[in-house]
């Protein structure tokens, strides 16, 4: 099967079905090519960037091959506004002087190069290209074939649909023979929508956003995660695509239009050929801004004439596709790759593009760019004075501007960059704040390079600090697509992480595991090669780690099922899970890390389909936890159940004996009935407004509401005008032996288009066997709203009795994620909870007697999802389009210390 491809029409008439002819053997048309490919939006002030092209382009008629040459092409530029509603520029033919933009020749591309084609049914069967031509020239070869072809089987219908290979794929694409109001005018239409109609679609795409479609879909592509995606991958179900289609976020169509004269009944001469692709990207519905890529391109017939020497291809290769070639190929998991080419400049864009400065000019630009953006930081730009004026600098300086001077660096400058960064004095607020700008950018811009020299700094111990350690780990994977060399340098860390002293310091030991798992994940993305995958990169070495645990060893079990839950779709973590949510493990382990196993099973399971299969035998099961029930309930909720298990738990609910399991329930069909902003909960509220009314009919208790009480609910908003919501869910889980809840998670959600959810970030807190007194005096403590000195001594100093039953351990659990993954965590038991109050009890003691003046100066950065999406455009360059919002938020100032706990803090924000 061809994948990518299109190509150029010939009819010939040598089938036996009736078909017509648009081209005449031994003849040589001449049209004159104008196109255009340009960028713009039309929403605020209507403009556009881009490039013009014009040429001859000659095709020769050779049996059923097509030789195809193009000549005199010139080119032009142009970057301008233009009115509203108007073109930015004029076509020749159209004798109108365009003063905004000259035609020069063109050099480069095609130009003075022949390609050839054979035909089947007016459709392209395979291409001959000059092996020695550049890759760009060679696609926009590609992509004229495309617009060429025609079938030519159809013409007896008014409409009809083929299915065609072209530079995006291969494409079902819909016909149209329309008559004009002359009788010897005929005209040929011919549109794809590439996203709904194409199969093997050749795009490329970064989304470190987390987020998905409903019904198995991501990213608008068929999850093939799901029977009913492994079905769709071999062969696409038309009712079913049409289905789940969404324009929004993109939308990518082509339409040519072939103009003919009929000559003879069924032979026709094409007198010009226009098309134009279009890729929308409108990420907030109508009233958003909305970026437009266009290619057109026209074909003016100037001659038709015998054909004397036929054309030849230099130095042809023949290809039977027309698959768009990307210039940095496809990189598998475990492309042979060694650590120096892993250390070598790579380009931001699959396209291959990258800044032609030296390494040394994008040094010195990087170190001036990142001082001129401290520089605008701290001076302070009031948005009410010079709205306009301010809100330009702010854009012309703003930290995504920085990020270019990070993607073309290679290993050794950036090494470099490092040296000059850490060898700045940080008591000068001007050389602190630039270095903690280039740390928080380095993982950011997402390189190979930048990786290595993240796990450099980790190894070296070069930020002296824990939890900044810990931080800059994290986030890497977030940003980077990884192969199997980058992860086994991570690896080493992890290796080196039960011997190297700073590395078990406690938030670096848990980041260094977390990230690697996240990184092994987003490694392993390729269904076909996935367990192959997670076999060669350590997970069964995790899975040995956790087997190797007494069942009582609280903090490194949580941790380990918290690493399996980033790991996420291993089939071999998928049994060991199953095996412990089930109670079929050979140990036993209590309700807590088995709530954990559910939590991490989770995603795969839904993927899979198989969400009610696994969990809810387990919420039906009376003689389990309820905090494991709840946990089960919760995971199916998360997509859509039948209505069958709808009415099962809800019958089942009736005649429930744990208070705690009922009132959860109950609530949670409150807020599926109540709550309908979440795109994949649109049947799940309805089924929910149905059931919850018989339920009350057969209550026997009364949910609550209050403190304590195992429920959940959410605050949600939407933004109809943008098309996005959000949401803040919370889930408390109760407890039989106390009046204080045993866990506390919440969610918060963002939804977009009205198709797809994310979640923005998560914290989970569970506290066992602590004291009510301790629980009460850490609410009050934390949710007053203002640091109160005396009753953090209350709680240091005279309520020190952690435990609630002295005999059971306390044990504290605090878990933080960001896009659904695990970024931070902390597991304590109460003789570590009483270890660290009575450090803390003595660390006030001493700041009691200080008298000084503390300064601080720290920056961080605040960062949302990346999106980058790529594809050809029927002109045959690539188009990309790049979304990211990072912001660096600077603390700087100082506290003064006077005696007892007494003091004044002097900050300012920027």
Request: charged letters at 25%; aromatic letters at 10%.
């Amino acid at each position: 099967m061809m994948k990518g491809s299109t190509g150029l029409i010939v009819v010939l008439c040598l089938s036996t079905t009736s078909s017509i002819s648009i081209w005449e053997e031994g003849k040589e048309y001449h049209f004159l090519e104008e196109s255009a490919v340009h960028v713009g939006t039309n929403d605020l002030d209507s403009s556009a960037s881009g490039m013009r092209m014009m040429s001859d382009v000659r095709i020769q008629v050779a049996v059923n091959k097509l030789v195809v040459s193009i000549d005199n092409m010139q080119e032009a530029h142009y970057s301008h506004s233009f009115p509203q509603g108007g073109w930015p520029y004029m076509l020749m033919q159209e004798k109108v002087k365009d003063p905004k933009s000259k035609y020069i020749p063109s050099v480069g591309y095609e130009n003075g190069n022949t390609f050839s084609i054979m035909l089947e049914d007016g459709l392209v069967s395979n291409i001959e290209l000059p092996e020695g031509l550049s890759v760009n020239g060679k696609n926009m070869m590609r992509a004229l074939a495309s617009i060429l072809q025609m079938d030519i089987t159809g013409h007896e219908m008014e409409m009809w649909t083929r299915k065609e290979r072209s530079i995006h794929g291969e494409c079902d694409v819909e016909y149209a023979f329309l008559k004009s109001g002359q009788a010897e005018h005929k005209e040929v239409s011919k549109t794809v929508s590439h996203i709904r109609d194409c199969v093997k679609r050749n795009f490329k795409m970064f989304d470190n956003s987390g987020a998905y479609s409903c019904n198995g879909v991501r990213d608008d592509i068929y999850n093939i995660m799901t029977p009913k995606g492994q079905e769709m991958s071999d062969e696409k179900h038309d009712d079913v695509a049409h289905t789940m289609y969404r324009p929004e976020p993109i939308h990518s169509t082509s339409m040519t239009t072939f103009q003919m004269k009929e000559l003879a009944p069924e032979k026709y001469k094409v007198e010009k050929i226009f098309s134009a692709g279009a890729v929308v990207i409108q990420r907030f519905t109508e009233e958003g801004v909305t970026h437009v890529t266009l290619a057109n391109r026209t074909l003016t017939l100037v001659e038709v004439k015998d054909m004397d020497t036929l054309r030849t291809v230099q130095n042809p290769k023949t290809f039977n596709d027309l698959e768009f070639e990307w210039m940095e190929g496809n990189t598998v998991w475990n492309a042979p790759i060694g650590v120096e080419g892993l250390k070598k400049k790579e380009s931001f864009f699959y396209n291959g593009y990258t800044m032609d400065e030296t390494q040394d000019a994008m040094m010195e630009a990087n170190k001036v760019n990142i001082k001129k953006h401290v520089e605008e930081m701290h001076h302070f730009h009031d948005p009410s004075q010079h709205k306009d004026e301010t809100i330009q600098k702010l854009h012309q300086n703003g930290i995504q501007k920085l990020l270019p001077f990070f993607h073309g660096l290679n290993y050794d400058s950036l090494m470099k960059l490092k040296s000059f960064y850490f060898g700045l004095m940080t008591d000068n607020d001007m050389d602190k704040s630039v270095r903690d700008v280039f740390l928080e950018m380095l993982p950011v811009s997402g390189t190979w390079p930048a990786a290595l020299v993240v796990q450099e700094i980790v190894m070296n111990n070069d930020l002296k600090s824990d939890m900044e350690t810990a931080r800059i780990l994290t986030s890497i994977p977030f940003h980077v697509e990884p192969v199997k060399a980058l992860v086994e340098q991570f690896f080493l860390l992890v290796l080196q992480s039960s011997s190297t002293p700073h590395l078990q310091y406690p938030f670096t030991k848990s980041a260094i595991d977390l990230a690697y798992a996240h990184l092994v994940r987003t490694t392993c993305r390729e269904l076909k090669t996935q367990q192959e995958c997670f076999k060669a990169l350590h997970v069964e070495e995790f899975i040995n780690r956790f087997d190797a645990l007494a069942v009582d060893d609280h903090a490194n079990l949580n941790h380990l099922m918290l690493v399996f839950r980033n790991f996420r779709e291993s089939e071999m973590l998928e049994i060991k899970l199953k095996s412990i949510i089930m109670n079929k493990s050979p140990k036993k382990y209590d309700s807590a890390l088995k709530t954990q196993a559910v939590f991490a099973l989770a995603k795969r399971a839904i993927r899979q389909g198989l969400e009610t299969e696994y969990f809810l035998p387990v919420f039906l099961n009376r003689n389990e936890d309820h905090e494991v029930r709840i946990a089960a309930f919760d995971m199916m909720m998360r997509v859509t159940p039948t209505t069958t298990t709808m009415n099962k738990i809800m019958t089942y609910m009736i005649y429930e004996t744990d208070n705690e399991v009922f009132n959860y329930v109950y609530t949670a069909f409150e807020k599926f009935a109540t709550q309908c902003n979440e795109p994949c909960g649109l049947v799940l509220n309805k089924n929910a407004k149905y059931f919850i009314k018989y339920w009350k009919q057969h209550m026997w208790q009364k949910p609550k509401y209050t403190i304590g009480v195992s429920k959940t609910f959410s605050n949600s908003f939407t933004q109809e005008k943008f098309g996005y919501s959000g949401s803040v869910e919370v889930h408390t889980i109760g407890s039989h032996k106390a009046t204080t809840p045993l866990s506390i998670m919440m969610d918060v959600r963002s939804q977009r288009y009205h198709h797809v959810t994310m979640q923005a970030f998560g914290m989970y807190i569970r506290m066992e066997g602590v004291a009510e007194k301790v629980v009460e005096k850490i609410k009050e403590f934390v949710f007053s709203g203002k640091f109160e000195f005396e009753k953090l001594k209350e709680l240091l100093f005279t309520n020190m009795n952690i435990r609630q039953r002295p005999t059971v351990p306390a044990k504290l659990d605090f878990v933080f994620m960001m896009r659904d993954n695990v970024v931070l965590e902390y597991h304590l038991v109460d003789t570590e909870i009483t270890g660290i109050m009575a450090k803390l009890r003595d660390y006030l003691n001493q700041v009691r007697n200080m008298q000084d003046i503390f300064k601080f100066n720290k920056h961080f950065r605040l960062g949302w999802d990346m999106f980058l999406y790529e594809q050809p455009t029927d002109f045959g360059v690539p188009m990309a389009y790049a979304s990211g919002a990072n912001s660096i938020l600077g603390l700087l100032g100082e506290v003064r210390k006077d005696t007892g706990l007494q003091g004044e803090v002097d900050f300012r924000m920027h």
